[in-house]
């Protein structure tokens, strides 16, 4: 739920003509995004481990036929640079899923290294601010929480007039609060047609029971969107 405080109108869901365009894009964008996974994991991995396999019969030929060493410690050296880009590429699959830091030290150490690799490419400061402790969250509620930041990050970062970006990760009575102060062009943040990315911020916003505040001030082009949610879940979303 969106709640706008001296902005412009924000993007709403006003039809279910609208509703289902959204959830098609997002319908869409799952199935290109399984046919570029089902590609990689069939060129790529399976590939590779075939050609493994392959070498692995022809070393067993080797050695029964008595073949020199050199010859034998060649195939090794090519099976085990094989077996290494395979597991490379693995890796590389498992962290487009989940990054490896958030689940073994926290949502803090995660959103880290985010903006780090969003500032590498970012002309303007990114910083993040968090409390000591981390939120003893489960896993799926975490990573839904770094991937609602990210999008809104995202949102920030290709803003061609953002010079600055801060995350202010807070709590208090029970409730998280997480803050993105924008300095750039606000418009980015009013969606007046289906928006992909804005669907599923607000999407992200209805798992965690979120309201987003939005704070706009004319006079500095500054923009503050505050997300506020409980930290403990009694009652989920479930479908009608």
Not at 152 to 158: E, G, H
Not at 196 to 212: E, H, V, Y
Request: charged residues 20%; aromatic residues 4%.
């Amino acid at each position: 739920m969106m709640v706008a405080a001296n902005s412009p109108p924000e993007f709403r869901l006003t039809s279910q003509e609208t509703a289902n365009t959204e959830l098609g894009l997002c319908v869409e964008q799952q199935d290109r995004y399984r046919l570029e996974l089902a590609q990689t994991l069939h060129k790529e991995v399976a590939g590779n481990l075939v050609a493994c396999m392959a070498l692995t019969e022809i070393l067993r030929l080797k050695i029964d036929q008595g073949a020199e060493l050199k010859n034998v410690a060649q195939m090794v050296t090519q099976l085990d640079a094989t077996l290494r880009q395979t597991i490379q590429e693995m890796r590389e699959l498992s962290e487009e899923q989940c990054p490896p830091s958030l689940k073994a030290f926290g949502l803090h150490t995660a959103l880290r290294e985010l903006i780090e690799a969003l500032g590498r490419d970012f002309p303007g400061s990114l910083s993040l601010e968090h409390p000591p402790q981390e939120w003893p969250w489960e896993p799926l509620r975490r990573l839904n929480l770094y991937r609602l930041i990210e999008a809104l990050l995202d949102r920030s970062v290709n803003d061609s007039q953002a010079v600055h970006g801060l995350v202010v990760l807070s709590a208090t009575n029970g409730r998280g609060e997480v803050c993105l102060h924008h300095k750039g062009n606000p418009s980015i943040w009013v969606a007046k047609t289906p928006d992909l990315q804005w669907s599923i911020i607000q999407a992200r916003c209805t798992l965690l029971g979120a309201k987003i505040e939005m704070i706009y001030k004319t006079e500095m082009q500054d923009v503050s969107l505050r997300l506020s949610f409980p930290l403990s879940v009694e009652v989920r979303p479930s479908l009608p």
